[in-house]
């Protein structure tokens, strides 16, 4: 909500604008444009900034503090995104796990293997595991090493957005959009920890900007590389990435400048390259013989497909989820109300939706500004584009009755902020208009309102800034309804107090995100929820300390300035799964200072509770903290490494553990593979108990690591495996307790 820089195709001189949505009068005429239709027909028109087909903003004709205040937004996105990164340590052991085990070994760098010995892969393809992998076999291992790779992958992505709305609207809606973008909680959640929505996020734009650079001339190149990204997409998310699919497809298809025979052709090079770049590791996986690959993991059959189509395919959709330990169905189940309001609900509105109604409502006005302009306006495509991705990945969100957790959101921030961006600089070139002043007004109070209600969740939270946003918000509508009869100072003044009203709540949540440390699979931004849902509570929030989100795994020199390597004093956890008995866990840690934190509470049988778990320092005897779960894993002492890493060299794992959150957290610690069995819910039939016999009949595995309850077992028929392996073992083998640790030595039979 600032003013826009000077537009080549605007009027001239110091006319007023014309009727919201009308024709503009001729203009001068374009210059030679060599991507333009061929033909003698007229290139088409439209109202303003949509009279040329291609936009014509060279670096030249922006304003002078353009290009400063592009580096100034990417630097200190950059530098917020850094700030007190190693907070988070490992952040999810369950990839930090695969990270290392990439940087050791080249195939277990292909296939996104847990362990460097290739048991078994993590539940989706590589590519989000790639950077980081390559990132550890450079610098070593380390928090830093892992998570930097996250935080330049946000700042790109700001990047390319800001080149996507600048391009055709303007410096000042390029900035607007990329600021929204880096301040959306959410986002500085996800681009500091290391999972694959970082890297999806990323690529979903760069395809989006590749769309529109496509459709300003029918460039054949920009598509087949919007095809490419979103096929390295699917290597990261499998069927996430096609979210966007149909709205680029079906914009592209009508607004293309180009004869239909042409489009379409274009359309089959552009999905050529899709199937290409998303399916070369999948035919190569499928076709590799099963016994000398790792087993894929999240499938019962051994098979990618199975788990792109199933558990992580239509599983997440209509709740069948072959091996989830949570509950599907069609209200959601154990992942929450389904429906609508999903997205602004107790548990995920704070991470997102600050910005969602005005989005909406300034895709609506942006579409009816541009009612009039030609079929090829790229104007009105470029809110065609990104408001189609808002809308289809909103309803498959909040819809889907499978596996849903608060961060998957981070998807929508890039179209939310490029939808605000566009339609506050369109809205504001069009105040000389009534109804423009009056939509951008009721976007700015709508605004308010909403983050009026989102703080009043955290009521401890800055207590002062709900009200402080909500009248300053209706202060700046008011000021934005009569901006026509007030002087330009106060005018701009109007909207840069709306801008900043819009966006307190946010950046408050973003800067108490930056702040706190981040573990475990379960993570959440923003303080803490005083009415979390499920998955959304305590339980699935860093909170501070190596316990930060269930007490994952802190790398040596990576605690919060009190304490000192990777325990910390005792821990203790309890928890309630459904149906299940109560479970308490006691553990000592080595290590000085103190941390608090709020894990999910382990039901037996693996199923998420609703417990806390609380880490106090203090010194006592080297060993591990609480046992691990399937959401989080144990403290891993110093005492319980010497112990694995003894005579290792002689085994092709130092240890097996059921979940693989579970190993994730011993092999990180001695950075050797450490064999998690059942995978990450502990339900994959992957070893069944005839092969993890014959591996211990062949000397390949030296301990085995009882986690008690830890672990998962999901439900399918794979879920009894894990279970038969632990009794097997506990039945035969000598059992030694290191540092309130039980292992079971596979070489010392009873």
């Not at 952040?91 to 070994?105: C, I, M, R, W």
Request: proline share 7%; charged share 10%.
């Amino acid at each position: 909500m600032t003013t826009a820089p000077h537009d080549d195709h605007a009027p001239a001189g110091n006319a007023a604008p014309g009727p919201l949505g009308a024709p503009e009068p001729p203009g001068p005429p374009a210059p030679h444009d060599d991507h333009a239709p061929a033909g003698n027909a007229p290139p088409e028109t439209g109202p303003r900034r949509g009279r040329a087909t291609r936009p014509r903003r060279a670096r030249a004709a922006d304003p002078a503090w353009a290009r400063p205040a592009l580096i100034a937004l990417l630097v200190l996105t950059g530098a917020l995104y850094l700030y007190d990164l190693s907070a988070s340590g490992y952040a999810n052991s369950f990839y930090s796990a695969a990270v290392q085990a990439g940087s050791e070994s080249w195939k277990a760098f292909f296939f996104g293997s847990s362990d460097a010995a290739n048991s078994i892969t993590v539940d989706k393809p590589p590519a989000a595991l790639w950077p980081m992998a390559l990132s550890v076999r450079l610098f070593g291992l380390g928090s830093w090493q892992i998570l930097v790779p996250e935080v330049l992958m946000g700042v790109a992505a700001v990047a390319v957005l800001h080149a996507a709305v600048r391009r055709r609207f303007g410096a000042a809606a390029g900035l607007i959009a990329g600021a929204v973008l880096a301040l959306t909680p959410v986002a500085a959640l996800m681009f500091r920890f290391n999972n694959p929505d970082a890297l999806l996020a990323l690529l979903t734009t760069v395809a989006v900007y590749c769309v529109l650079r496509a459709l300003e001339g029918a460039r054949t190149g920009w598509l087949v590389a919007a095809g490419t990204a979103i096929g390295f997409a699917f290597l990261t998310k499998t069927l996430q990435a096609f979210l966007v699919l149909p709205p680029l497809a079906l914009v592209y298809a009508v607004c293309a400048p180009a004869p239909v025979r042409r489009r379409i052709g274009q359309l089959a090079l552009a999905g050529l390259a899709l199937i290409v770049s998303g399916g070369w590791w999948v035919a190569i996986v499928e076709l590799w013989p099963a016994s000398s690959r790792p087993y894929i993991g999240g499938s019962q059959s051994n098979s990618f497909l199975e788990l792109t189509f199933g558990y992580n395919g239509l599983g997440r959709i209509n709740g069948n989820e072959t091996g989830s330990v949570g509950g599907g169905g069609p209200r959601g189940g154990g992942w929450g109300e389904t429906g609508i309001g999903r997205m602004f609900g107790d548990s995920v509105g704070g991470q997102i939706s600050w910005l969602l109604p005005a989005a909406l409502v300034l895709l609506v006005a942006g579409l009816v500004v541009t009612r009039r302009a030609g079929r090829t306006d790229t104007a009105r495509a470029a809110f065609l584009v990104w408001g189609g991705a808002l809308l289809t990945t909103l309803l498959v969100f909040s819809f889907m009755a499978g596996i849903f957790h608060e961060y998957y959101t981070v998807a929508l921030a890039p179209y939310i902020a490029a939808l605000v961006g566009m339609g506050t600089t369109v809205l504001w070139e069009e105040r000389a208009h009534p109804a423009a002043r009056a939509v951008l007004a009721g976007a700015v109070a709508v605004t308010a309102v909403w983050a009026w209600v989102l703080l009043g969740r955290t009521p401890d939270f800055v207590p002062w800034l709900r009200w402080t946003v909500l009248v300053g918000g209706l202060a700046a509508a008011l000021g934005l309804l009569f901006a026509g009869r007030l002087g330009r100072g106060l005018a701009l003044g109007a909207a840069g107090l709306g801008l900043a009203a819009s966006l307190a709540g946010p950046v408050a949540y973003t800067l108490t995100t930056v702040g706190t440390g981040h573990q475990g699979s379960l993570v959440v931004a923003g303080p803490a929820s005083a009415r979390g849902g499920p998955g959304g509570g305590p339980g699935a929030r860093g909170d501070g300390g190596p316990a930060a989100g269930g007490g994952g795994m802190m790398p040596p020199g990576a605690g919060d300035g009190q304490g000192q390597g990777p325990g910390q004093g005792q821990g203790a956890g309890q928890g309630q799964g459904p149906g299940q008995g109560p479970r308490q866990g006691m553990g000592q840690g080595q290590g000085q200072g103190q941390g608090q934190g709020m894990g999910p509470g382990q039901g037996q049988g693996g199923q998420p509770g609703g417990g806390q778990g609380r880490l106090t320092g203090g010194e006592g005897p080297a060993g591990a903290g609480r046992a691990g779960g399937l959401l989080d894993g144990p403290e891993v002492g110093s005492a319980v490494v010497s112990r694995l890493t003894e005579n290792a060299s002689a085994y092709t794992w130092v240890a097996a553990a059921v979940g693989s959150q579970n190993a994730a957290s011993y092999q990180l610690a001695t950075e050797l593979p450490v064999m998690p069995i059942g995978g990450f819910n502990g339900s994959d039939p992957s070893p069944t108990l005839a092969r993890f016999q014959q591996y211990v009949a062949d000397g390949e595995i030296h301990w085995f690591i009882d986690g008690g309850e830890g672990g998962g077992r999901g439900r399918g028929p794979g879920g009894g495996s894990s279970e038969e392996i632990r009794e097997w073992v506990t039945a035969n083998f000598t059992q030694v307790t290191v540092g309130g640790t039980t292992l079971y030595d596979l070489t010392s039979p009873q």
